[in-house]
């Protein structure tokens, strides 16, 4: 079966903008989790949804904002974009609520803030 | 405070040789570890996984994994590396109730022909 799909792939954003990335999970998955990946902090989990609903949340500032629709496809969005935001966001899709599931992840959306 | 630590972050080694990456954590309550291979320009992919049962864990390529309760560890083997092998490799831990994951800063491994 077709793995998660994240699009696009890469993207170039200028300060003050604001962007969304998408993630379509593997067929049947309902939870889609949501982290981003940088060279200095390494990977961090932004939030996770299931069934439409945010589960959890990591700790980052409210321009960081999610949400997933009843095809289970998930969207990130970042308002008001920083230098800092510069990082790949990566998507990663499980087959249920509980612990014992692997996590799949998709190849990543990188986002470049100018 | 939730935490996972790779002891190294970039190891080299030559064809052959034998692998062992550390990873320790700092959790909460019963945790479910698992290892990640990040191949250069590829996504995360999962190279074995622990929930219960035997604390040794065999995951793909040859990888395996020591769960050791008493020293909060969860260290990652391979008897004989290849080329191939060369890659970022992450170290991440959850709760049984599952969740996000915590991961480690990750260990670089380059691997010399």
Same mark, same amino acid.
């Given at each position: 079966?077709?793995?998660? &799909?994240?699009?696009? @792939? #890469?993207?170039?954003?200028? $300060? ?10 593997? %067929?049947?998955?309902? %939870?889609? %989790?949501? #982290?981003?990946? &940088? ?15 945010? @589960? ?16 289970? $496809? ?5 308002? &008001? ?7 790949? #966001? ?13 996590? &799949?992840?998709? %190849?990543?959306? $990188?986002?470049?803030?100018? | 405070?939730?935490? =996972? ?14 692998? !062992? ?59 004989? =590396? ?7 490799? +992450? ?11 915590? +991961?480690?800063?990750?260990? !670089? ?5």
């Amino acid at each position: 079966k077709a793995g998660v &799909t994240q699009t696009p @792939r #890469y993207l170039i954003k200028t $300060r003050g903008q604001q962007v969304t990335l998408s993630c379509s999970p593997i %067929s049947g998955h309902r %939870s889609v %989790s949501w #982290y981003q990946q &940088t060279p200095g902090q390494g990977l961090q989990f932004l939030f996770e949804y299931f069934s439409e609903t945010q @589960r959890n949340k990591g700790n980052f500032p409210g321009r960081f904002s999610g949400r997933q629709f009843s095809n289970s $496809r998930s969207e990130m969005n970042v308002s &008001t974009l920083e230098l800092g935001d510069s990082a790949l #966001y990566l998507c990663a899709s499980q087959d249920g609520a509980g612990a014992n599931y692997g996590y &799949t992840f998709g %190849s990543g959306t $990188r986002l470049t803030v100018v | 405070a939730q935490s =996972v630590s790779q002891h190294n972050h970039h190891v080299i080694l030559s064809e052959a040789a034998s692998l !062992e990456l550390g990873c320790n954590y700092s959790y909460g309550g019963t945790v479910n570890l698992f290892w990640y291979v990040q191949y250069p320009g590829q996504h995360l992919q999962l190279l074995l996984k622990y929930f219960s049962g035997d604390p040794l864990v065999k995951g793909i390529k040859g990888f395996e994994a020591e769960f050791i309760k008493s020293k909060f560890s969860f260290n990652l083997r391979k008897p004989s =590396v290849q080329w191939s092998d060369t890659a970022e490799y +992450f170290c991440a831990v959850n709760g049984i109730q599952g969740g996000k994951l915590i +991961f480690g800063q990750g260990t !670089e491994l380059s691997v010399k022909p």
